[in-house]
């Protein structure tokens, strides 16, 4: 049985109370309490959910649309719960937007996919003589290392695991562990051995890796145990249920599905999406104590008919999957610790190409926020008429969102880390939480 204990809280400790306890409470209720307790503290812990578009989605046709322009294609606004309007095409994401805010004026240089893939996660364009963390890699080392009752990775994530999204100087125990929206885990199958035949192997292998860390050959052969300790614990845990999004009853694998009546828009279980997979079991991650998931959707890159990918494949997931994460997570009283961040690497033109798609575009587009106790139902900043430009008076970079983030999550803004050459480097590259989305 594993017991929860909070951070200074020893055996000998917890054992001391028990004893002390025993004469006014019975053993059984008392460790029901803690088992209780354990359970709230894990709702309670903060958390961030990345929801990834990879590709380069057309946020002018989701976030932001411009009815009566040249740009505005076929799309029309819709009014929401929040005081801001979207796409027609997130019915079910306008009934929960008063609790996510979009950030209208996002402008950044880097249209190129890696560039921009590796600008929005770390905060910071790419520079050839550093490899700087991305938000999740900080993520698990500000929070994760902190949690000790956690026995699987603290930075998952789901269909991803692209160049560029990676833990950079931090190290390899801090990288994101890969898996698929059906959980699958490669190698992580004791395929038939006895605990005896693994405590033994464990042994061996730890001698080795003793020795190694002894001759003090520099820090890989401690990030090498480290990795290797948490493959053991995720074929062992209890946690690595979470991952088992079978599990949910039918009514809540409905609610992530984009065609309620079973016929599935990309996989099994009664309709469900992979990206409404990948969200459920963010969810289940986060609930088991995981700080930061990040679910990828891919197939944002849309140079071609535009209109009728959005409308008929990507949009009634995206729907689906937003309004169904957002509704789960306030029913279980997890949405006020957990923040949600929706982006791609960029987004694409106004202008519509002869192709009836649109092309990359980083000058002026739109990022989603909300959750974590931080204010819903906003726009922040604007674009002109037309789409082209922000116009606002104010643009915004990734390190911004990153900071606003990192502010709802309790992780302190002028937390500096020390990159492998000695240099300092800012969270969120010094970036400033968004005045607008601060409660």
Known sequence: MSIFQPDGMSRRHFVRHLAATAATIPALEFISHVRANAAELKKNQKSCILM?????????????????????????????????????????????????????????????????????????????????????????????????ELEIPAFVSIGGGREGTGPGFLGMSNAPFVVDSNGGIRNADLNGVSASQLGRRLDMLGSVEEGFINSQRGESGQSHKEIYQKAVNLMTSKQMDAFKVAQESPETLARYSPTPNGNAMGGGMGGISGFGRGLLMARRLVESGVPFVEVDFGGWDLHNDVFNSLKNRMLPQLDAGISALVTDLKERGMLDNTVIVWMGEFGRTPRINQNTGRDHWAASWSTMIGGGGLRGGVAVGETDSDGIAVASGKSYLPGDIWATAAHALGIPLDTVHTSKRGRPMKIANGGTPIKELIS
């Open 52 to 148: 990834w578009m990879s590709g380069g989605p057309p946020t002018i046709d989701i976030w932001d649309l411009k009815p009566g322009s040249k740009n505005g294609g076929e799309f029309k606004p819709i009014s929401t719960k929040g005081d801001l309007q979207i796409s027609e095409h997130m019915p079910k994401t306008a009934q929960v937007m008063n609790h996510l805010s979009v950030v209208r004026a996002m402008s950044t240089r880097e249209a190129d996919h890696g560039r921009g893939t590796y600008f929005m996660h770390t905060g910071y364009v790419p520079n050839p003589t550093v490899v700087h963390p991305s938000f999740g890699s900080v993520v698990s080392y500000e929070l994760g290392t902190k949690r000790k």
